[in-house]
């Protein structure tokens, strides 16, 4: 399937049921709960040995999901959907980095690629579903996310699917 032909779904006169993503909410805990309590987190979830760099680190994460479930919002437009797919597969890539060189901390970095390739697939799922708030709510947000995209790799592929959203949006 290519990106020209994947299935749209017609625009909702319910926007805030159809897309609002919830998943922001989750996001915004789990950074929450990072940032808070990054001890014990580590040792329920990861069940390694916490050391002051792994707090740092926690603490990093926990700051990054909660920014992006701000910055994502309730409902965001196609271009921040976007970025945050991207953001969430780097961040998959470079756990799945920890895990290789730092075998002490294999089982952390798997565990933390696959929520975030987990978080990078539910935005892409609602990218590709054309289920972003329409091209009238476009903010800064938005054309500095169009601009990010546009330079970084993979970047130009993410901003194919924000086009083919902003087009059927149109229909």
Do not use: C
């Not at 390694?48 to 919002?73: C, F, M, N």
């Not at 959907?81 to 002490?104: C, F, I, K, N």
């Amino acid at each position: 399937m290519t990106i020209d032909t994947l299935p749209s779904r017609p625009l909702s006169t319910d926007v805030a049921t159809t897309r609002s993503r919830s998943i922001e909410l989750t996001r915004a805990g789990w950074g929450l709960a990072l940032l808070v309590a990054p001890r014990a987190v580590m040792e329920t979830v990861h069940r390694i040995e916490v050391d002051t760099k792994s707090v740092v680190v926690a603490r990093i994460l926990g700051a990054r999901h909660l920014t992006q479930a701000l910055l994502s919002g309730w409902r965001p437009s196609p271009e921040v959907l976007a970025m945050g797919v991207w953001v969430d597969a780097v961040h998959a890539m470079t756990a799945v980095g920890l895990a290789a060189v730092d075998r002490s901390r294999a089982r952390a970095g798997l565990t933390d690629a696959a929520a975030a390739t987990v978080w990078a697939g539910a935005g892409y799922h609602d990218l590709s579903q054309r289920s972003a708030t329409p091209p009238s709510h476009q903010r800064v947000r938005d054309r500095l996310a169009r601009i990010v995209l546009g330079v970084v790799p993979g970047g130009a592929f993410l901003l194919s699917q924000v086009r083919a959203d902003r087009n059927s949006s149109r229909r």
